[in-house]
């Protein structure tokens, strides 16, 4: 099957510019999740989506972050405006059931690097 | 969710046996371990998952004390791919689960 597609790979802007990520999940997969990952440190978790609808968004910053999975497929995620601590590398994952099931592990893609001057 | 514990470097001679600690003395009883890996540019990999009993599939080992308080990741014959971050997750089974993931524990394989 293929994988986790994101988009672009790379991204650099200035601060206070406005950056949009994209993210296909694999086919099939009810569930997205968009985490952050700054340099040194685990991935955290953004966002999540069950279909188009939004699971927890507990540790997005809604201030400048938002996110929109319509049709329930595609994602993206927003920055506007962009800081200096935005930068980090984005990551999309997909699993093929909702978040109460256990066994249904996260499938990544590779990430979107930003980095804000 | 329980916090876990791993050593932040380790090293392992290409084609031996890697084994990869972590300690989880808090885990509760419907936590599972997850574990992963994140090679370097790429996004985290799936590697395997465990309850109570220890579990095999392609990738790797997993070993689970009988108290649950720690487990070990066991990369059978390890190759220079395999140097990577590995990241142990407790993991709850309820409905609000969320992977919380630490520092990990970053191998290198060496020739």
């Known amino acids: 099957e293929a994988g986790v597609a994101q988009s672009p790979r790379y991204k650099i802007i200035e601060k206070r510019q406005s950056v949009a990520f994209w993210c296909n999940p694999i086919?099939?997969?009810?569930?997205l999740y968009w985490y952050q990952q700054i340099l040194g440190q685990g991935p955290k978790l953004l966002i999540q989506?069950?279909?188009?609808?939004?699971?927890?968004d507990s540790q997005l910053p809604k201030d400048r972050f938002s996110a929109e999975r319509l049709k329930g497929v595609d994602s993206t995620l927003k920055i506007q405006p962009a800081k200096l601590e935005d930068s980090a590398v984005y990551l999309c994952?997909?699993?093929?059931?909702?978040?109460?099931?256990?066994?249904?592990?996260?499938?990544f893609g590779n990430g979107t690097r930003l980095t804000v001057t | 969710d329980a916090k876990t514990t791993q050593p932040p470097s380790m090293d392992c001679a290409e084609g031996r046996a890697a084994n990869l600690p972590c300690n989880h003395s808090?885990?509760?009883?419907?936590?599972?371990v997850y574990w992963y890996r994140q090679i370097h540019s790429q996004g985290p990999q799936y590697i395997i998952h465990?309850?109570?009993?220890?579990e095999t599939n392609e990738m790797a080992s997993l070993i689970i004390t009988e108290d649950r308080k720690s487990s070990t990741l066991i990369l059978p014959h390890a190759t220079l791919r395999d140097t990577a971050v590995y990241y142990c997750?407790?993991?709850?089974?309820?409905?609000?689960?969320?992977?919380?993931w630490g520092l990990g524990t970053s191998l290198a394989v060496n020739p």
């Open positions: 808090t885990i509760s009883g419907n936590e599972y």
């Open positions: 997750i407790a993991l709850n089974a309820g409905n609000n689960r969320k992977l919380i």
């Open positions: 994952a997909s699993s093929r059931r909702g978040s109460a099931r256990v066994n249904s592990p996260l499938h």
């Open positions: 465990g309850l109570k009993n220890n």
């Open positions: 086919s099939g997969h009810a569930t």
């Open positions: 989506f069950q279909n188009n609808g939004v699971v927890d």
